[in-house]
C-alpha cells in the first residue's frame, strides 16, 4: 500500500506565493513520473505540471514561468512552488505518482485560495 500526502494549501493574496508538498510512503519499489493536478470549484481535475523520473519538467500553459515542479528521489518527495498566484489558480490540488510496485496513485489533497 502506498500513503501520498499533500501539505502546503492555504489561503493566499493575488501575487503571493505557496509551496506545495507531496511525501510518498509505503510499500515502493520506485516512483516513475510523477505529476500535480488541480480541480477548480465546479470544474473537472486538470493536468498542471508534471516531472519523470530523470528530472524532465513539462507545464500547463496558464501556469509556466510562475509555477514550478521538482522532486527528491531519496525523500520520495514532491513539490509545487506556485508564485504570482492568481484568483483562477483557485483549486484543490492533488499529488499524483505512478509508484512501482502498486501503480497510479493519488493524493486527497490540498486546499489552495487565491483571494483577488
Known amino acids: 500500500q502506498v500513503q501520498l500526502v499533500e501539505s502546503g494549501g492555504g489561503l493566499v493574496q493575488a501575487g503571493g506565493s505557496l509551496r506545495l508538498s507531496c511525501a510518498v510512503s509505503g510499500s515502493i519499489f520506485s516512483i516513475k513520473a510523477m505529476g500535480w493536478y488541480r480541480q477548480p470549484p465546479g470544474k473537472q481535475r486538470e493536468w498542471v505540471a508534471g516531472i519523470s523520473s530523470g528530472g524532465m519538467t513539462n507545464y500547463l500553459e496558464s501556469v509556466r514561468g510562475r509555477f514550478t515542479i521538482s522532486r527528491t528521489s531519496a525523500k520520495n518527495m514532491m513539490y509545487l512552488q506556485m508564485n504570482s498566484l492568481k484568483p483562477e489558480d483557485t483549486a484543490v490540488y492533488y499529488c499524483?505518482?505512478?509508484?512501482?510496485?502498486?501503480?497510479?496513485?493519488w493524493g486527497r489533497g490540498t486546499q489552495v485560495t487565491v483571494s483577488a
Open positions: 499524483n505518482a505512478a509508484v512501482e510496485p502498486v501503480g497510479n496513485s
